[in-house]
């Protein structure tokens, strides 16, 4: 095992600077992982060169692939800094290390990326159950175990943005929900309660960047860290906005 990592930062001052790439050397440790990195450049903001420069910007909150907020592309593909472990990445790559910011959202600084077009697509969806109000309903509807099996791999996103880094209709140009925001919708459909809204969610689903656009090229499912089933859920979304669209064309 190397004695020194060497980590290779792609950095951006800001969201109209243009991007440069900083090499540092970082002693090895046991058990480190890509924010352990970023932690020991923090401390000593020195590149490989010798030069004297600002610690490197990131997102990070749970360090437990719990609150998806430290998602970066990391040797050119796209994970969960906390649970990218070093010693695995030098098995992918032995000489260098390379972090760099998700590349479907604009860059902040450095590898920290404005992820708002991501709860953007959740309001649009209504991805949450509504309430009238507070008071005291008495119990709430009865779930058969079978349907929160169901239910329960579609509530494991965080909104991390992997699975949107990995789709190749999820873009610029594109106004496509993604997987996530659509499978959080189906999710949603099939609550007790959220199901009494399902028509708003599919009637969405069905408008431009909707379940139509996606080009089911699975690429999503292979880089959720959560395993959540993103395939099963667009499926299903597919199904849902169909009989909805008959339906409300019979009912004319």
Avoid at 151 to 170: K, L
Wanted: glycine residues 6%.
């Amino acid at each position: 095992m190397a004695s020194t990592i060497h980590i290779q930062v792609k950095r951006q001052d800001g969201p109209d600077k243009s991007a440069r790439f900083e090499t540092f050397d970082i002693d090895y440790e046991p058990g480190m992982n890509c924010t352990t990195l970023l932690q020991r450049i923090a401390a000593t903001p020195v590149t490989t060169d010798g030069k004297q420069t600002s610690p490197v910007a990131y997102d990070a909150c749970c360090l437990e692939e719990i609150c998806g907020a430290c998602t970066m592309v990391v040797n050119g593909k796209v994970r969960q800094a906390c649970t990218a472990l070093v010693d695995d990445l030098i098995k992918e790559s032995p000489d260098l290390i390379t972090l760099a910011p998700m590349t479907k959202f604009s860059t902040v600084r450095d590898l920290v990326v404005d992820r708002r077009r991501m709860f953007e697509s959740l309001k649009r969806v209504s991805a949450w159950v509504e309430l009238d109000d507070y008071s005291d309903r008495g119990a709430s509807a009865l779930v058969r175990p079978e349907d929160q099996e169901e239910a329960y791999p579609m509530s494991r996103c965080m909104t991390c943005g992997c699975c949107v880094e990995a789709c190749p209709q999820f873009n610029e140009k594109s106004d496509f929900l993604g997987p996530q925001a659509i499978t959080q919708a189906i999710m949603f459909n099939e609550h007790p309660v959220g199901g009494m809204t399902a028509t708003k969610r599919l009637t969405a689903l069905m408008e431009p960047g909707g379940i139509a656009d996606c080009g089911n090229a699975q690429a999503c499912v292979e880089v959720c860290p959560k395993e959540v089933p993103l395939l099963r859920g667009l499926a299903k979304a597919g199904r849902q906005t169909t009989l909805h669209a008959i339906k409300s064309f019979l009912s004319k």
